[in-house]
């Protein structure tokens, strides 16, 4: 077992072999209907991100929290799957997040094998959750794993913005800085969870209208 601040930072790092190159969240479909306005309006890249850690990411933090907690317990995490499945209308966001799932326990069971005491090799669970249960192998606070999951999903939308729209680095990265309240919010929001019904249920349709969209779409760049 290696140090919590350091599991954090090294599940924190998008060099992680787990496809996170390969996620904007969501934004590209977002650029797709507006957002940015071809690059006349780059602070709505900010904007939006903020918008998710009040909303969807919320719903993940607070999943992550409690997987980890119901890890910690020796309980089964299916029902915090669960939970998070009936929070997730978009089948797309579903699969999305479970192939992800899979990448991150496909890494975890390699790296951390104490996560096969939670759950099965290769097999398809929401990607929070299975941060959760990293989490919970590597001693990471509550606090940590809300953190960890606020800061990857908002820098998956700045780093996206970059390949996306006419971004200058220096601006995306003043951005992620400008977020850091949102993230402590959304920290002080959920780290006191522990059971799965204390999930909040808080969405963004058009979010989810943009990823079944997206879904359609013979050339894109992100998988989502």
């Known amino acids: 077992m290696g140090s919590p601040e350091l599991v954090a930072l ?32 780059l602070a709505e890249v900010a904007d939006y991100a903020r918008d998710r850690l009040r909303t969807i990411t919320r719903v993940e933090a607070a999943v992550g929290v409690v997987a ?5 317990n020796g309980e089964p995490v299916a029902a915090v799957e669960a939970a998070w499945a009936a929070r997730t209308p978009s089948h797309v966001l579903r699969a999305a997040s479970r192939r992800q799932g899979r ?6 069971t390699r790296v951390w094998p104490e996560v096969l005491k939670h759950l099965r090799a290769d ?4 990607r929070p959750v299975v941060i ?8 990471l606070t509550a606090e940590q794993t809300a953190r960890l999951i606020g800061y ?7 780093a996206a913005s970059l390949k996306l729209l006419p971004v200058d680095p220096a601006e995306a990265a003043s951005w992620l800085a400008g977020l850091h309240q949102s993230i402590e919010d959304l920290i002080q929001a959920v780290a006191e969870l522990t059971v799965p019904d204390d999930i909040p249920a808080y969405g963004a349709p058009l979010v989810d209208a943009f990823a079944q969209a997206h879904a359609a779409e013979r050339m894109r760049l992100f998988h989502a």
Request: glycine share 14%; no cysteine; proline share 3%.
């Open 152 to 158: 990857d999903d908002a820098q998956s939308v700045v």
């Open 132 to 139: 959760g249960v990293v989490a919970a192998v590597n001693d």
């Open 103 to 108: 990448a991150y326990l496909r890494l975890a």
């Open 123 to 126: 097999t398809e669970m929401a």
């Open 10 to 41: 090294m599940l924190a790092d998008g060099r992680l072999p787990t496809g996170g190159h390969t996620q904007s969240a969501g934004l590209e479909p977002a650029v797709r209907a507006g957002l940015g306005g071809e690059g006349q309006r």
């Open 68 to 72: 980890r907690a119901v890890a910690l």
